[in-house]
């Protein structure tokens, strides 16, 4: 397929990009015409070449990167002609290619109205770099300057003249205002109070008649027939699309300029696409480069067997003009029936602010920022996310005023030198300064600029919570999605992943994602499928998406061995099973130690003898332990009141029940629990997510505790219950954390982050306060019922036996590059370096 | 185009369908060992070696695939590094590169080109 593309703009180049990343290089041949004889460059930020960008740092990509991807590029050689029937182009130079498809990227022309005098020399238009050398010559001899257009580009224009040192500039807007498509009256008044504080002349309701002057440009004349003497002009009123060429081969184009496109960017003629500046698209015309780009990906998509369509394009904005802050945003300017106006203005300091909100006072429907725009993000998600208001909705432009400040927990509570990555030894200081003052605003960019998190990753989620804090603190708009695949929290991910009934990983990203997936949603989509419909976490083409220990359902250990650990449920184990674990650790040669929750742990297992070991501990009545898993690990207890003297109830037996209850129950976290059987609290209940303690008349229940690099005590929920009661609240509450924890969160931070605390889990729990304990306790139960031993369907099916071997080409072989060392009497993994 | 063929040896690793969907395997080539990838979601192969510079782990077939923007990427199981699959660059901060070699599929067979 030969795909030719006219114009090498921005919207041009991204179209290559776009093309290439989704079919690879040499899939498709692609041809280039540019008119300039640069490759494409950064129009946007033109206006930074005067203030000491090369032409170089504004390129998009060098000449060399076409040749790399392929893609034969002719710069200086504009198309002349195009023949539909055929599908050839005809350039300046001489050349001829045939198309299968053809993409118009010729973008726009300033426009330039029919003054007389236009043509003098010391009149420019400010569209391209040659543009602008030939200013910066002409600049040197200039001393008054004065610009036609008061709109955006218009203002950048006067800035450049500031840049090019021409101080005594004047801008001339034909309309009542400055900026007419994007403010209103008053928003434009301050703006233009501003530029003049800073030295710009402006005027408006005026229309240039003459450029006055010889060969060269001396003076201008306007309507009432007064002059000013300028001796150099810029004229920035506005674009033209360039059509020209289209219009030349019968392609459909608007009155007022522009090729006809349809949803696909197609034009009238099924082998042209138009896209960027040059396309209207339902009457509009895209004057930025952010809907172009969409236009860009479309076609490309639509070239790739993909199907999309262009819908419009928010036309939100923010930007510095000249140092000022301008931004407009959804609908800004609305009549009175669509709903009412709140706007706030500063004239000190220059800062003028509007919200149009709906009739109901819910929702912003848009709005207008000048002076000041540092809420344009959080507004601007506000308005596009239909985020409901506050009840006085001015809150969201002035701040809060009065009432309660709102109490912190989590991660503010830590003080400054508080170690959060033990591995690097950095502070929460040292993270909230990369955000605060080198700009960091992800977890990536603090792992490359701090280090924090590239060890262990076990302060991953505390360095996320910084970040966000962080940011906040700062003014900034924080949505807490996934990863650059999902632009969900995992709560919204969980609920949409159950609403659209999807099992497996591929078909969540097919339907909820975008690009091909990472090591961060993965595993925390492989997990909201377990926890949603706990089916075999193998299957369905999920091994992939698991993380390594969950796909070997074992540990990974140094040295490229596993760990495995049989389930013990309460600690409780029959001499005759001990013997079994203490002959499958002689035979498979394996390291044996006792858990802190009361298990034995067999180390140092190939991964081709992981199926051999669980055939054995099946055949005598063990199951999986899911250590592996974010996962129910254990259920600890003390011996309880069978045996001891000051044993109250029968503590075994109810972490038996728990543990069977709740095994293999995958979560955001690991889950540990514990039954103590008296007060003494010999199995440590307060120390686990949760925790039960026997009393005289029941037991009390604790929630949210864990050990770990910041133990935290567990927190009463209820007191003097019964065993069913306790597990329905267990039901409830471990349902409720599944469904709204962040990924990696354990039980004691997602409480921390809980608006309202243990009053607010307590009244979600027990009194049923948001009415979804029935619906909890019916989702528990679904995945109670579900519950298989994953290692059992493994040990019975060939076909996932077969993933189980470490060379794929000689499954006997073991990894020769395991090392042992003796150690006590055992072995142990050697030494990394 | 011809010189690289000269030099290279295309041995054949495994079938297609021994390789899991999205993920990888381990290959074993004389004394080394390669990490293979069938990238079912771009429709791509890609080879690298196993071991991860890290910590001198032979576990990167093990690892997660996916991709960073638009490159694809392993994370090492042990400790979450990853790489480009594509330039074998480390991805997440460190200056390590890995080995990439060349894959072919012919007739459901996959071959990994190795220069001699």
Known sequence: MKIVIIGNGMVGYKFCEKLLAKKGTGTAELVVFGEEMRPAYDRVHLSEYFAGKSADELTLAPAAWYADNGITLHLGDPVQSIDRVHQTVHSFKGIT????YLVLATGSA???????????????IYRTIEDLEMMTDYARHAKKGAVIGGGLLGLEAAKAMLDL???DTQVI???????????DDAGSHTLRTKLEALGLHIRTNTNTTAILGDEHITAMQFADDSTIEVDMLVISAGIKPRDELAKLCGLETGHRGGIVVNDQLSTNDPHIFAIGECALHKGMIYGLVA???EMADVVAANLCGGSKSFTGFDMSTKLKLIGVDVASFGDPFINAHEGRSITWEDTHKGVYKRINVSPDGKHLLGGILVGDADQYNMLLQTCKNKVVLPPNPEDVILGARGGAADSGAGVTSLPDDALICSCESITKLDICQAVSEKGCETVDAIKKCTKAGTGCGGCVPMVKDLVNHTLKANGKYVRNVLCEHFAYSRQELFDLVKVHDLKSYEAVLDKLGKGDGCETCKPAVASIIASLWNEMILQKGNATAQDSNDRYLANIQKGGTY????RIPGGEITPEKLIVIGQVAVKYNLYTKITGGQRIDLFGAHVSDLPLIWEELIAAGFESGHAYGKALRTVKSCVGSTWCRFGLHDSVSYAIRIEERYRGLRAPHKLKSAVSGCIRE?????????GIIATEKGWNLYVCGNGGSKPQHALLLATDIDSDTCIQYID????FYIKTADPLTRTATWLNKMEGGINYLRNVVVNDSLGIAAQLEAEMQLLVDNYKCEWKEVVDNPELRKRFNHFVNAPAEKDPSVQFQPMREQKRAAEWK | MLTLEQTMTWFTACRVEDVPENGGVCVKYKDEQIALFHFTRRGAWYATQNECPHRQQMALSRGMIGSQDEEPKVACPFHKKTFSLQSGKCLSGDDYVIKTYPVKVEDGFVYIGMEE
């Open chain 1, 97 to 100: 290619e045939h198309y299968d």
């Open chain 1, 110 to 124: 300033a426009f330039v109205p029919p003054i007389p005098g236009v043509e003098k020399q010391g009149v420019f």
């Open chain 1, 165 to 167: 040192g021409i101080t």
């Open chain 1, 173 to 183: 807007e034909f309309a009542p205002r400055l900026m007419p498509r994007q403010i």
């Open chain 1, 291 to 293: 809907p172009g780009y």
């Open chain 1, 563 to 566: 760990s495995v650990v049989p």
């Open chain 1, 682 to 690: 010999c199995a440590e209940a307060q120390s686990k997510d949760f």
């Open chain 1, 732 to 735: 409830r509450f471990l349902m």
